[in-house]
């Protein structure tokens, strides 16, 4: 069964980081770009980082850049979202999703639509 597993969630002092994990299971994620999206309380899901499948491009929403860090490691088996300089409004539920891209190429996409495989989600408190 081809499944996405997020780890690495919790609750944090506003200022403070977190790193979540995305990790496969049944696949590994070499010819996918992979995104992480989050919904807050009351408010659209938003895109917020992606990595292309090749590893060499990554995509950022304006609300969290030059805070996230997404990476993925070369065995192509896990991604992570590092985070710093939390703030109260990054508080939600974080899910990472992979899309087929069929090869190594620099896409990257911040909405969900492309995305095939979606994880179940880990949650993410920042306290003020």
């Known amino acids: 069964q081809m499944q996405l597993v997020e780890s690495g969630g919790g609750l944090v002092h506003a200022g403070g980081s977190l790193t979540l994990s995305c990790a496969a299971s049944?696949?590994?994620?070499?010819?996918?770009?992979i995104g992480w999206f989050r919904r807050a309380p009351g408010r659209e899901r938003e895109g917020i980082a992606c990595i292309s499948s090749s590893g060499g491009s990554t995509t950022y929403a304006d609300s969290v850049k030059g805070r996230f860090t997404i990476s993925r490691d070369t065995a192509k088996t896990t991604v992570t979202l590092q985070m710093n300089g939390l703030r109260s409004e990054d508080t939600g539920t974080y899910y990472c999703a992979a899309w087929y891209v069929e090869r190594l190429t620099g896409f990257t996409r911040l909405t969900p639509e492309p995305y095939h495989y979606w994880g179940q989600g880990t949650q993410v408190t920042i306290s003020s």
């Open positions: 049944g696949f590994d994620l070499e010819y996918y770009a």
